[in-house]
């Protein structure tokens, strides 16, 4: 298909960890994003990857990259109540123009 | 140094009226991009800009939208004779160079309200 995929909700315990997927579609993607947007907000990038990588760690984000299933997903360390957002999930498009492909994005819920 | 700023924040127009949204891009930052994110949807790609060309607007409507980036100013997209379906939050970015594989930076976008 052409779109990048994600669940559309998810909801985790304070502390807990969280994990969101997605599946993107053009395997000549070279980077892949997580982008965060609260309430009103505009998006904020958190961490991307290169694909030639199959793991990022940064802090309490881990991004894992599986390649030949094109397969991306972002693990929260200890979620927070000010984790609660929509997480979206971005990809390069090297055989077009357009910048960036967004999935429908995921819901993530944090119940203290 | 300030990041992308989206003017007004919210806009409220009724049915048949013109809606502009302004966009001024990170200082340093040529290439501008317009996303529309309907309610429960991701976001849209609508069109690519640098100054003063548009490089891509194959995700643009072919009626009533158009996009501007003048060589002084801010990026405007306009949406004349406005219809409820246009009501939905509209995204600037911006990036220096405009290679695929840079990272874009994001506005607060504009609500666009149609009544």
């Known amino acids: 298909g052409e779109d990048v995929e994600q669940s559309l909700f998810l909801s985790v315990r304070e502390g807990d960890s969280s994990v969101i997927n997605c599946t993107y579609t053009d395997s000549s993607s070279t980077y892949l994003y997580w982008y965060k947007q609260e309430p009103g907000a505009g998006l904020q990038l958190l961490t991307y990857?290169?694909?030639?990588?199959d793991m990022k760690q940064d802090q309490r984000l881990t991004v894992l990259l599986n390649k030949k299933d094109k397969h991306l997903s972002l693990r929260i360390a200890d979620t927070q109540t000010g984790d609660s957002a929509i997480y979206f999930c971005?990809?390069?498009?090297?055989?077009?123009?357009?910048?960036?492909?967004f999935g429908k994005g995921t819901r993530l819920s944090v119940i203290a | 140094n300030a990041g992308v700023m989206q003017n007004p924040r919210h806009l409220v127009r009724r049915r048949g009226q013109e809606a502009r949204l302004r966009c001024s891009p990170m200082?340093?930052?040529?290439?501008v991009y317009w996303y529309r994110q309907l309610p429960e949807e991701g976001l849209k790609f609508m069109v690519y800009l640098q100054k003063e060309n548009i490089i891509d607007e194959s995700g643009m409507p072919k009626e009533r939208f158009s996009a501007e980036f003048p060589k002084e100013g801010p990026s405007i997209l306009r949406i004349q004779q406005v219809v409820r379906g246009d009501s939905a939050a509209y995204f600037c970015a911006s990036s220096p160079q405009g290679a695929l594989n840079e990272k874009l930076f994001f506005g607060s976008g504009t609500q666009l309200s149609v009544l």
């Open positions: 990857i290169f694909s030639n990588m």
């Open positions: 971005a990809e390069t498009r090297p055989s077009g123009n357009t910048p960036l492909v």
């Open positions: 200082k340093g930052h040529s290439h």
